[in-house]
């Protein structure tokens, strides 16, 4: 099959870090270093490549093997490719050493097109869902044997689905019967018996395979750490660009932008505001994909980018 991805927001992520004053003034040097922490199929770094002076150098992380194998192709000696989450960027790059960052939070389409990754209903295919198939259960054994209870809290919690008991309940029944779900087809009739109301155009089980996903491959773990490790890791003038696709990994970019972004007073202090420290971050953008974007990528209509600039060093 050959399936065509799009990378979302591509010009405007690429503006938005090497427009930084930092990366403007300092691109002659021989030590610039930007980290794209999503390879995917390449298009963010690889226009990120384009746009880096031939001294620069990037980093492009990713737990897929399959993504992994893409990103070696690529003959740029500037480019070191690294199988492994973005949570642990900061085992690869020293504190205060980061010109850019760039987490896109989306999957890509090879990985919900492929049937045989289990991330889509539309596909039947075994239901794995693990970006890294080296290590972790899959989907499919892990609702072998996790217990209703936590079933209902993952679904609930990562999918937002009002119908979460009544889901686990029908796995734990199907289950009970020898025929706990093995495949994406499996599943997603299973959760249609049981949702009878959606949203129009919504399938009955997006709620649910967007939950295990996130449950399975740890993603809004992985998210929190390499927020905290992006802001370790940035200089003073450095940007971060965070890509969400859903309500959930949003909020977390948001909130924890806002918290380094402000600064904290006691109540009553007689402080002017030129006296105030300066805060860890600057926010600077909040950028939604194009009418034009979506009407040619879909899958673009729930991306939003947020962007903050590393105003002062952060102690470790």
Sequence with gaps: ??????PVLLAEAVTALVSSPLIQNQNTTNNVLVVDGTFGRGGHTQALLKELNS???MISFDKDLDAIA????????????VHDSFAHMDQYAQAQSVYGILLDLGISSPQVDEAHRGLSFRRDGPLDMRMNTDQGLTAAQWLEQAPQEEITHVIK?????????????????KREEGLSPKTTSELASLV????????????????TFQALRIFINRELEDLELGLKAALNLLKPGARLAVI?????????VKQFLQAHAKV????????????LPKSALEIISRIKPSGAEILENPRARSAIMRVAEKRIEVPA
Excluded at 1 to 6: F, G
Excluded at 70 to 81: C, E, F, G, S
Excluded at 192 to 207: F, I, K, L
């Design 70 to 81: 893409v990103a070696k192709q690529i003959n740029d000696p500037r480019l070191t490719i």
């Design 55 to 57: 001294n620069a150098r």
């Design 1 to 6: 099959m050959n399936i065509t991805h799009h």
């Design 264 to 275: 904290e007073v006691p109540r009553g202090l007689p402080v002017r505001e030129k006296d």
């Design 192 to 207: 249609a018996s049981v949702v009878r109301t959606r949203e129009a155009g919504q399938d009955p089980a997006t709620r």
């Design 244 to 252: 969400s696709f859903h309500s959930l990994e949003d909020r977390i």
């Design 157 to 173: 919690t990562y999918g937002e689905e009002h119908f979460a008991f009544q889901i686990a309940k029908a796995i734990v029944a």
